[in-house]
DNA sequence: TCGAGTTGGTACCGATCGGTTCGATTCGGA
DNA sequence: TCCGAATCGAACCGATCGGTACCAACTCGA
């Protein structure tokens, strides 16, 4: 099975970066995890650093395909979407999300791949401003940047605790949010 | 000034990694910064993890003092605690804090580093959580646990957004938390 | 004053880093 | 079936990784 080298070096990295980060993996590892030879990694990717710019752009596309699925689920109930949050965190091994820890890998805010990770996250803000907005809340804005806060705060909770409890603790939250401005 | 070689590591240690991350810094930029001999840094620490478990413990006292401090101001209002974050937060460019971070670059729960950027996190939840219980809330520790959610939230935030913004979302939804369960 | 202990500086170690180059082989479309 | 394209593997590159060993200079207490 020598084809599709670039799939299979994307799904090496998605597995190697979020099992042990972006500076613990080497070339190498990629190299022998996905079964491609050094030549074709340098072909598909003119450095490690675009290979880390695939997997976030995967990242970014997957994510918010789930997310804009779960606000379909979630239907006019706000706090529901961490309902979805919850069973996201039951099911894998929680070792953070891809766009947080890239930026923290890569700190300077003007890396590029600092950039494009952080540009997820407003993407993601976006979608959520977009969908409070359609469900008619005034404060869809802030509401907006505060359901984001208190995701990125689940996981990073979630990194020591394992389990659905701090989206579980973050939907409480996000109840008591929403009864203050009905 | 050739003394203090150990003070003088462990302020290297905490400039570098902050400003650019504990695996990006490699011993010899920490001996360039610190102006401390190549062996003179192994006979303070074994290695370099024992460095980063240094200023770990640094930040530990540091931050649970800065907290301490906080909860005092903030005498019987919980939510005034994030006013504290909010001008730490303006005060200092915002790359995160050490826990979080440490906790990211070596994401392995059974990594020593991850296990003590952990404690420190839970000891400042328990912090949280006797304060709380002192200013006699009867959900003191679920609301301390939420509290966390609030602050580590708000830091992440902060990578992206810079400034007291964050922190102020956050007191604003601490407000909500607290309406809801008076 | 003197000597033990700490210091900074340097050379060095094997391993690995990201990246280049050159075949030998295998795949896939015409 | 055949040929170009894509593949894997290995040798190789300079740089840097964390860590060791040795040395001259310095500090400081007895």
């Known amino acids: 099975m020598p084809t599709h080298a670039r799939e299979r070096l994307v799904a090496a990295a998605e597995q190697l970066f979020y099992e042990e980060g972006i500076r613990a993996v080497g070339v190498e590892r990629l190299l022998a995890v996905s079964g491609v030879g050094r030549a ?4 598909h990717f003119p450095s490690k650093d675009d290979l880390v710019l695939a997997m976030l752009s995967g990242y970014d596309e997957r994510f918010r395909e789930w ?3 779960a606000l379909r689920e979630a239907g006019d109930d706000p706090a529901a979407l961490f309902d979805a949050l919850a069973e996201r965190f039951g099911t894998s091994a929680l070792r ?5 820890r890239t930026m923290i890998e890569f700190v300077d805010p003007d890396h590029p791949l600092h950039r494009a990770a952080a540009a997820h996250k407003e993407a993601v803000v976006a979608d959520l401003d977009r969908w409070l907005a359609g469900l008619g809340r005034a404060d869809h804005a802030e509401l907006a940047a505060q359901f984001l806060l208190l995701i990125d705060g689940a996981v990073v909770s979630a990194i020591r605790e394992r389990g659905p409890g701090p ?3 973050a939907k409480r939250i996000a109840r008591a949010l929403l009864a203050a401005q009905p």
Chains 1, 2 share one sequence.
Do not use: D, K, N, V
């Open 40 to 43: 074709s990694f340098y072909r």
């Open 167 to 169: 989206a579980h603790r």
């Open 67 to 69: 997310l804009a699925h």
């Open 96 to 100: 953070g999300c891809a766009s947080i």
